[in-house]
C-alpha cells in the first residue's frame, strides 16, 4: 500500500501565539511566564510541539522530492485561494473537479 500525505502547514506566528495560551490556560503545563520568554523557548523548539520549523520542514523537503506523494499546503494559502487549493487537492486525490463542481 502506497501512502500519501496532505500536510497542511500553519503560520508560525500564529502557532506560536496559539501555543502560549495554551500553555498558560491549562495547569498540566504550569507555564506562568511572560510572552518574550516563550517566544524563545519556541525558536529553540523547547516547547510541547517541539521544533516548528524542523517539523515543517520535513514535510517540505518530503513534498519537494516526491510532489505526487506530498502535498503540501498552508492554511493562509487554503484561506486566501480555496478554489485554487480544492482544485490542487482533488487532483493531488485523483478526484475529478471543475470550479463549477
Known amino acids: 500500500v502506497k501512502l500519501r500525505y496532505i500536510f497542511v502547514a500553519r503560520n ?20 506562568e511566564g511572560d510572552f518574550d520568554h516563550f517566544f524563545q523557548m519556541y525558536l529553540h523548539g523547547e516547547v510541547e510541539s517541539g521544533s516548528w520549523l524542523d517539523f515543517n520542514l520535513d514535510f ?19 484561506h486566501c485561494n480555496p478554489v485554487e487549493n480544492v482544485m490542487r487537492t482533488a487532483k493531488f486525490m485523483n478526484v475529478e473537479c471543475t470550479k463549477e463542481r
Open 12 to 31: 508560525a506566528k500564529d502557532v506560536c501565539v496559539s501555543l502560549y495560551h495554551h500553555a498558560r490556560a491549562f495547569q498540566s503545563f504550569a507555564y
Open 60 to 78: 517540505y523537503e518530503q513534498h519537494v522530492q516526491n510532489p505526487e506523494d506530498v502535498l503540501f499546503l498552508t492554511y493562509e494559502d487554503m
